[in-house]
């Protein structure tokens, strides 16, 4: 009975370990610096989100261990969006609320980018991407979007070349974000 109360600990801090690893790429500062997205806890927000989003949607349909991972990873996101609210102040009657509201905007993100990958084009993708990354920005020029539709497509692409094994233990490679072209 130990064995398993530690085993589960142990698998905890490797997911929340592996988030960690996954939300370090969505905060490299060229995204907010050279493409303009939008350097708030709404951009921030949704920088992570589509990262997360991407390592699910490689682990979807890979047996049920990948997808005990990506729930997992989806659960450890949550978790580190509600301590994040704690730190803000936001009082213990307020936190739930708030991660239903969010949890629910999370998986309308998740809907609209995996129907946009399945699109031959990047007009569904850029369209999520304006409306998610840069939600809160007036404008956003074209080739901005178009920048990182690619980014997402080459990455999306990148996490497919990645052995299952690699993800299953925790590691993921990100190519660089990139420049504002």
């Known amino acids: 009975m130990l064995d398993r ?6 698998e905890a801090r490797a ?3 592996f988030y960690l690893t996954i939300a370090a790429q969505a905060r490299l500062p060229a995204f ?15 920088m992570v989100v589509l990262h997360v989003f991407l390592v699910m949607r490689r682990l979807k349909g890979q047996g049920a261990a990948a997808a005990d991972r990506s729930r997992l990873l989806f659960e450890a996101m949550i978790d580190h969006f ?14 739930g609320r708030r991660i239903k509201t969010m949890a629910r905007g999370i998986a309308g993100r998740i809907e609209v980018y995996d129907r946009a990958l399945a699109d031959e084009g990047d007009a569904a993708l850029q369209v999520a991407l ?11 020029p074209p080739q901005r979007l178009a920048v990182l539709a690619a980014y997402v497509r080459r990455e999306a692409a ?15 490679r990100f190519g660089p974000p990139p420049g504002a072209g």
């Open 5 to 10: 109360l530690f085993r589960r600990r142990r």
């Open 15 to 17: 997911v929340a370990d």
């Open 32 to 46: 907010y610096r050279d493409l303009g997205v939008p350097d708030t806890l709404d951009g921030r927000f949704d």
């Open 82 to 95: 509600e301590k994040s609210l704690v730190e803000q102040g936001v009082g213990d009657s307020g936190v």
């Open 130 to 140: 304006d409306n998610n990354v840069y939600g809160t920005a007036s404008e956003v």
């Open 158 to 172: 990148g996490l497919e070349t990645q052995p299952l094994e690699s993800l299953m233990a925790g590691e993921v």
